[in-house]
């Protein structure tokens, strides 16, 4: 089985959990294709698509939400498992969905949608960035759940295999 894994990532932390959830999958047997939202092919007949964005400011990027349209458009459309990340802190900060996720999950109609915690290092932003994050008071550090990532990426993998067995 084929699954395309998709973040869209503005200072490559999303990318980090897409990245890691590609591996688990090939790490079970299934082939992957990782790829940037604006070179996805979501209608090249893949098995499962995982869709993921980092949240700025309670929204997702641009091109995640673009690859979502794309990926609505596919008939017949693959299952689909969709990923917030960008709560920061412990507990992780915001805890509500980002704004724009409920359009999102609806276009797609996604088997499920997680929120991951982010990773923020302030010295890679630029001035207006670290102006945000510091009027919210936005924690420095990197917050992401490696094992927590890799037993949905498990998830999927399992919720994936009685169609990989049947073929």
């Known amino acids: 089985m084929h699954v395309l894994v998709s973040t869209a990532s503005k200072h490559g932390a999303t990318a980090g959990i897409g990245n890691h ?4 999958l090939r790490q079970r047997g299934f082939a992957v294709t990782v790829a940037e939202p604006d070179q996805a092919k979501p209608e090249a007949g893949y098995d499962g698509i995982v869709l993921g964005s980092g949240v700025y400011a309670g929204h997702w990027l641009k091109d995640a939400k673009n690859l979502a349209t794309r990926i609505a458009a596919c008939d017949p459309a693959p299952p689909v498992w969709v990923f917030s990340s ?10 509500e969905e980002p704004v724009d ?6 276009a797609v109609a996604p088997v499920e949608h ?9 010295s890679e932003l630029g001035f207006g960035e670290r102006a945000i994050m510091v009027a919210v008071r936005a924690p420095d550090g990197d917050f992401r759940d490696w094992d927590e990532i890799a037993t949905w ?3 999927i993998a399992d919720a994936l295999e009685p169609a990989q067995e049947a073929t």
């Open 21 to 24: 959830i590609g591996e688990t």
């Open 153 to 155: 990426a498990n998830e």
């Open 86 to 95: 960008g709560p920061l802190g412990d507990p992780p900060k915001p805890d």
């Open 101 to 106: 996720v409920a359009s999102i999950v609806e």
């Open 114 to 122: 997680r929120i991951f915690a982010g990773k923020i290092d302030k």
